[in-house]
């Protein structure tokens, strides 16, 4: 697995201190992108929460997602969230450490009373004393918060820095990449009451490996002996238990998932599936992937449009539209690009491979944000994708009447482009399109697309849902 060293260098380190009678939360930035451009200590709020010990429980549940991998829970990881100040409200964004968990606090404008600042992505120094105090806040008193540090300490600071060094392995910056994608497939499934909600979760069995299905049953949920419509998957349900922390706030629980049957989708015994909690004025969102042994990283839901040529070149006129909104929509950037919605789609999901992009499943709208990784880094780390475009390059792809003749490394295979794409290869019968498309159906993708110029993305990340290859 490979992973690059990522530095995080904070003026100080967060805490969480007692001024005149009340408590501030002072949370630290690190370098990051602005709306101002490059900033080293961006600030992004100042003021005070309207639910003090709600946000203290959801910014530990973000944080502990971070410091966890729930595939292997003896090996401890630590990755610092992730906040983007989007104008009217803050998100708290983390990956487990297995890549297989994805969560996200939003703090909405009726959970904030104060001044916001500015618009951009950092990250934001989470440390162990932190913790601690934050298990600490009460919900009786008043909690100020600063999301950056103030000018006057930036201007003057010339004392030791914090700086940590950590490695961030390319699955989670892939992770970003895909499930976006794969969120951006979920409907509102079941929506329940806090009471029910906190019963059904208490009774969750403890078993991390265990695959379930839930279905809505009057104001609750039940437990499916298997996939059928309207029913959402709930692959290890030990990785809820960071809900745990807010459910005493909690006011409803949403699930969302993509549209199964009773065989479930493509073939797969287990699909993704997003499960948020409605909080005073903010929400909760975890988003599971269909194993937990297998991490969002490798789903392949980016490949196909990856594979659209004309993709960078929509992406970059896409990004000069983007201006750190917090609801993205689609049918408005394809009127102002003057692209089709499909074309705008794929750009997106190009985006999305440098952490630009990402989705907000209760609201249904993308959300734009800026992590500092190299987009270019997308293709390096999809190899199907790569050896696709090898293959096509070497003249390998050979139309077939309505199919394709593809030659592989070892053999000759046959491809239909009709719905995802179907294959010969071992790769494909074993996963049938639950991990994205094959390197041969992407090859035949690609030379279809330049054979007729045609500017349509991939569609095979309509249903993707697959796991780590």
């Given at each position: 697995?490979?992973?690059?060293?990522?530095?995080?260098?904070?003026?100080?380190?967060?805490?969480?201190?007692?001024?005149?009678?009340?408590?501030?939360?002072?949370?630290?930035t690190c370098g990051g992108l602005t709306s101002h451009g490059l900033t080293p200590f961006p600030r992004f709020f100042s003021g005070f929460l309207t639910a003090p010990e709600a946000a203290a429980g959801g910014l530990l549940a973000v944080a502990d997602v971070a410091a966890t991998r729930y595939h292997q829970p003896q090996n401890r990881a630590w990755l610092d969230p992730v906040v983007t100040g989007n104008g009217d409200r803050l998100r708290f964004e983390s990956f487990s450490g297995c890549g297989g968990v994805y969560a996200r606090l939003d703090v909405l404008p009726p959970g904030i009373d104060g001044d916001m600042l500015g618009t951009g992505t950092t990250n934001v120094d989470v440390n162990a004393p932190l913790r601690a105090a934050l298990a600490m806040v009460g919900a009786t008193d008043p909690l100020h918060v600063a999301v950056g540090p103030d000018d006057v300490t930036v201007t003057t600071f010339d004392?030791?820095?914090v700086e940590k060094k950590v490695p961030l392995p390319d699955r989670w910056l892939r992770g970003f990449a895909e499930v976006q994608v794969i969120a951006s497939r979920f409907d509102l499934r079941a929506e329940i009451p806090a009471v029910e909600a906190v019963r059904f979760l208490r009774a969750l069995p403890r078993n991390g490996r265990q695959v379930l299905w839930v279905r809505p049953f009057g104001r609750t949920l039940r437990v499916s002996p298997g996939p059928a419509p309207g029913a959402v998957c709930l692959a290890g349900p030990d990785r809820l238990r960071a809900l745990n922390r807010i459910l005493r706030h909690a006011k409803a629980l949403r699930i969302y998932g993509p549209a199964v049957t009773a065989g479930g989708i493509g073939g797969a015994a287990a699909v993704a599936s997003a499960w948020e909690i409605e909080l005073p004025g903010m929400r909760l969102t975890l988003t599971l992937s269909p194993d937990p042994a297998r991490g969002f990283s490798g789903e392949g839901a980016v490949l196909g449009d990856l594979a659209a040529d004309e993709a960078a070149a929509d992406a970059d006129l896409i990004a000069a539209l983007l201006a750190w909104e917090p609801r993205v929509e689609v049918g408005d950037l394809a009127r102002e690009g003057g692209l089709t919605p499909g074309r705008v789609r794929a750009a997106l999901v190009l985006l999305?491979?440098?952490?630009r992009?990402?989705?907000?499943?209760?609201?249904?709208?993308?959300?734009?944000?800026?992590?500092p990784y190299?987009?270019?880094?997308?293709?390096?780390?999809?190899?199907?994708?790569?050896?696709?475009?090898?293959?096509?390059?070497?003249?390998?792809?050979t139309p077939d009447g309505?199919?394709?003749r593809v030659v592989g490394t070892t053999?000759?295979?046959?491809?239909?482009?009709?719905?995802?794409?179907?294959c010969t290869c071992e790769w494909w019968a074993k996963h049938r399109g639950g991990r994205g498309p094959c390197k041969h159906v992407l090859a035949a993708q690609i030379?279809?697309?330049?054979?007729?110029?045609?500017?349509?993305?991939?569609?095979?990340?309509?249903?993707?849902?697959?796991?780590?290859r």
């Open positions: 697995m490979s992973s690059s060293v990522q530095s995080f260098t904070y003026l100080r380190a967060s805490a969480l201190h007692t001024h005149e009678g009340t408590p501030q939360l002072s949370l630290e004392g030791p820095v999305g491979t440098a952490g992009i990402g989705y907000d499943v209760s609201e249904a709208a993308y959300f734009h944000r800026e992590l190299d987009s270019g880094r997308a293709e390096r780390m999809n190899p199907r994708l790569r050896d696709a475009r090898a293959i096509v390059d070497r003249r390998d792809v309505e199919r394709f053999a000759s295979y046959h491809v239909r482009l009709h719905e995802d794409g179907t030379y279809a697309r330049r054979e007729s110029g045609a500017a349509t993305p991939g569609t095979a990340s309509a249903e993707a849902a697959g796991a780590t």
